[in-house]
């Protein structure tokens, strides 16, 4: 890619998420088709390995530019796309996720979901993660789930206590099942007075910034090294 398609993608991409933010908002189920039909011209150019651990999920992994690295010498997969909710991660699961058979899916949505004007309930965002967890495990029976919980971010704080409640849900569900697994972030981003640590999230008060996907890495890589890959050095 050269430097004009680099400053082209990058000027694209912003407004590409804007629109598709916005068929998203009004209901329309295909909202994000641009960015899963990228993430299949990719496929075509380079399959993936099999066996990979797809992440998959809203903006924050969209923009975690660094995840292959980070999560070295993991395989791994970045299927974030824009603002999805959860609705938009069981619309495309069949192929964001099916197709590539992966050893654990690790799933982060639900935020996109409480944002206002009209913010989810936690019982509706929870129903979602149970319609994303029968999607795949019926193909996929035996394919383990990590959900990154929902995380306290400065621009959403005032809806936190649906956010909180939903993860709450969610995390009791995980008890019910050994393929299920939740991975708290709330302890690692909230500051001694209890409110989210503003410098490490972006100037949108949203997404996580250099030292937000530190944490993010530090809580998320050793879980699944952990459980995927126990012998590994």
Known sequence: MNLWE??????AAPFEM???GFRAARGDPDAWEPSIRRFEAQDRIQPP?????????SSSFT????????MTPLPVLNRGFGGAR????VHYAARCVLPYRPRAVVLFAGTNDIAEPQPAS???VFEGYQAFVECVHA?????????VSITPSPLRWTLWSIANEANRLIKAHTHSDARLHFIDMTPHLLGPDGKPVRGVYRWDRLHPNKKGYAIWKAVIKPVLQADLFP???
Do not use: C, H, N
């Open 49 to 57: 390995a099999a066996g990979s651990i797809v992440f998959i999920g």
């Open 18 to 20: 804007f629109v598709s």
């Open 122 to 124: 936690a019982q509706q």
């Open 231 to 233: 012998t590994a050095g």
């Open 139 to 147: 193909a996929l029976p035996e394919t383990p789930i990590y959900f």
């Open 6 to 11: 680099k400053i082209s993608q990058a000027i």
């Open 63 to 70: 923009f975690w530019s660094t995840l292959a690295r980070d």
């Open 86 to 89: 959860m609705q938009d991660v």
